[in-house]
């Protein structure tokens, strides 16, 4: 199915989605993405499946033809032309493509509510981050925004980026600002900001990023 209109909201027009809650919906893989993932665990297995189940739904909404969607590590390739994210969690999978010449990049996360400890907190905020001291309930939309950021970058750069090498700041109910804690190629320098958004529902924290193009 479609991203539900709220989560369809995070995206520009030009963001094509769809979503999973329910994973043996799940179309069956395509006999090369079957040998990506024969050897892991059923779990991983059924999440695999739906994120390629998403993506193909989300590509069809953008126009392309189904295809095998194959990976780069972990990281899914699109077909030519195309950019986009999965995210999965426990009950949730999504997917969102756009044309390259719309976005360089798209940055797409689901967690459940709350699922960022305090511990776990110390080893991905950055030094800023642990300085202001945000309030527990930002961590699971902190860790969330840092994803999707990740998510888009590496669209460009095609390279590791730490969690703590961004810097995340509330900007309101629905608005978060990533900004970047040391140069990055293609992207930008040293303090470079860019805009996302997220939402709270349904028990899961959704972020969202789109490094668009000037339009």
Same mark, same amino acid.
């Given at each position: 199915?479609?991203?539900? %209109?709220?989560?369809?909201?995070?995206?520009?027009?030009?963001?094509?989605?769809?979503?999973? *809650? $329910?994973?043996?919906?799940?179309? #069956?893989?395509?006999?090369?993405?079957?040998?990506?993932?024969? !050897? &892991?665990?059923?779990? @991983?297995?059924?999440?695999?499946?739906?994120? @390629?189940?998403?993506?193909?739904?989300?590509?069809?909404?953008?126009?392309?033809?189904?295809?095998?969607?194959?990976?780069?590590?972990? &990281?899914?390739?699109?077909? $030519?032309?195309?950019?986009?994210?999965?995210?999965?969690?426990?009950?949730?999978?999504?997917?969102?493509?756009?044309?390259?010449?719309?976005?360089?990049?798209?940055?797409? $996360?689901?967690?459940?509510? !709350?699922?960022?400890?305090?511990?776990?907190?110390?080893?991905?905020?950055? %030094?800023?981050?642990?300085?202001?001291?945000?309030?527990?309930?930002?961590?699971?939309? #902190?860790?969330?925004?840092?994803?999707?950021?990740?998510?888009?970058?590496?669209?460009?750069?095609?390279?590791?980026?730490?969690?703590?090498?961004?810097?995340?700041?509330?900007?309101?109910? @629905?608005?978060?600002? #990533?900004?970047?804690?040391?140069?990055?190629?293609?992207?930008?320098? @040293?303090?470079?900001?860019?805009?996302?958004?997220?939402?709270?529902? $349904?028990?899961? *924290?959704?972020?969202?990023?789109?490094?668009?193009?000037?339009?």
């Amino acid at each position: 199915m479609r991203l539900r %209109p709220s989560v369809q909201s995070l995206f520009p027009a030009g963001v094509c989605g769809a979503e999973l *809650v $329910d994973f043996s919906q799940a179309s #069956a893989l395509y006999p090369e993405e079957f040998i990506l993932g024969r !050897n &892991a665990v059923e779990k @991983r297995i059924a999440e695999f499946r739906a994120g @390629r189940h998403c993506a193909r739904e989300a590509l069809l909404a953008l126009g392309c033809e189904p295809s095998a969607i194959l990976a780069q590590g972990r &990281a899914p390739i699109w077909p $030519d032309g195309v950019v986009g994210a999965i995210t999965h969690c426990t009950g949730y999978c999504g997917a969102v493509v756009a044309a390259r010449s719309f976005a360089s990049g798209l940055g797409f $996360d689901a967690q459940s509510e !709350n699922s960022v400890s305090a511990e776990v907190w110390t080893t991905i905020a950055s %030094p800023r981050e642990l300085q202001n001291g945000l309030p527990p309930a930002w961590r699971t939309i #902190a860790f969330s925004a840092k994803e999707a950021f990740y998510k888009a970058q590496y669209s460009i750069t095609r390279s590791w980026l730490g969690f703590e090498e961004v810097y995340i700041e509330p900007l309101g109910a @629905r608005a978060f600002r #990533a900004q970047l804690e040391r140069d990055l190629s293609g992207v930008g320098h @040293r303090g470079t900001a860019f805009l996302g958004t997220y939402i709270q529902e $349904d028990g899961f *924290v959704f972020a969202a990023i789109c490094l668009c193009r000037d339009r």
